[in-house]
């Protein structure tokens, strides 16, 4: 464990492989200082630029809860109570003419530009819904899909809070990543043709995924984006008020304590739901979900 200097409120980078570490993370953050992942070949600085409000009542914008970035500049959303896919501009403000009809409880979304269509996931059916250019929607049952018996016993249809959450997709493989918010915490690897899962991964305190505000039972995952420079995904933690990176090759994770500096003074992030990564991979875009105070957040990789 090396301890960093603190940097204008850089966030906090965490890992833990006991108890005791976590305990050390929460003692380390209450002063805002900063230290680098257990076991990593690298420390990533993540570097707060700024929060704007997003929230739009009157198109219905208010339970924030995916994020992706939108092929013309701007972003993809998702707000569960609305059945919308909203396109936002680069302030994150709402886009109606340019925001497509969809469903509620949708809880993340991706676009797959390889794929031609936009892709996002519906937790109290646990479906990966498909909208194309042309703006047919198909779905596509995850426990129905080739390889899914084995998921079958972490899925409850009487349990529609811990199902599916964030989405993302690798362009170069066109694999797709959803993510099953806890109970347990999974990635989960679905082929591009959404037939098929190829891979599940627990995503667990030894992995990396731990927080000083959340006991592990507790811990939840909530949005995803694929990474390709470093190989990886970048992943939101709700209760846990944390982003987290997750290197695929060596499936461990680096954690950081989320930071909004915009208001006069450092503050914790609450409801991260989700994520979304520039396209030259140096700038990480985070939406919250707070109601009428609902922000997006500007974050630089160092």
Do not use: C
Not at 131 to 160: E, I, Q, V, Y
Not at 249 to 264: I, N
């Amino acid at each position: 464990m090396w301890i960093n200097e603190y940097r204008g409120a850089v966030t906090v980078l965490w890992t833990r492989r006991t108890r005791a570490a976590v305990k050390v993370a929460a003692i380390l953050s209450a002063v805002l200082f900063g230290f680098s992942a257990f076991g990593s070949s690298e420390s990533i600085q993540i570097r707060f630029e700024s929060s704007e409000k997003i929230a739009d009542r009157g198109h219905g914008f208010t339970e924030v809860s995916g994020l992706s970035l939108a092929l013309d500049g701007g972003f993809w959303a998702v707000s569960d109570n609305t059945a919308m896919l909203f396109q936002l501009d680069e302030a994150g403000h709402v886009q109606p003419r340019s925001s497509l009809d969809a469903e509620t409880d949708l809880e993340g979304v991706a676009l797959d530009v390889g794929g031609g269509r936009i892709l996002a996931v519906r937790e109290d059916t646990n479906e990966v819904l498909a909208f194309s250019n042309a703006g047919h929607l198909t779905r596509h049952s995850l426990l129905s899909m080739s390889g899914a018996s084995g998921l079958a016993p972490h899925f409850s249809a009487n349990d529609t809070k811990d199902g599916l959450e964030g989405i993302s997709v690798d362009p170069e493989t066109g694999i797709v990543y959803v993510l099953k918010e806890r109970h347990p915490r999974l990635l989960i690897a679905i082929s591009p043709d959404l037939a098929q899962v190829r891979q599940v991964i627990a995503l667990t305190g030894s992995a990396g995924f731990a927080s000083d505000k959340a006991e592990d039972d507790h811990l939840d995952v909530s949005g995803l984006a694929w990474d390709a420079g470093r190989r990886g995904l970048w992943i939101t933690s709700d209760t846990g008020k944390a982003l987290f990176f997750f290197d695929i090759d060596r499936m461990q994770a680096q954690g950081w304590v989320l930071v909004d500096e915009a208001r006069g003074h450092p503050r914790r992030v609450s409801n991260a739901e989700g994520v979304a990564l520039s396209s030259d991979g140096q700038t990480i875009f985070i939406v919250t979900d707070d109601g009428k105070d609902s922000r997006l957040l500007t974050y630089r990789i160092d």
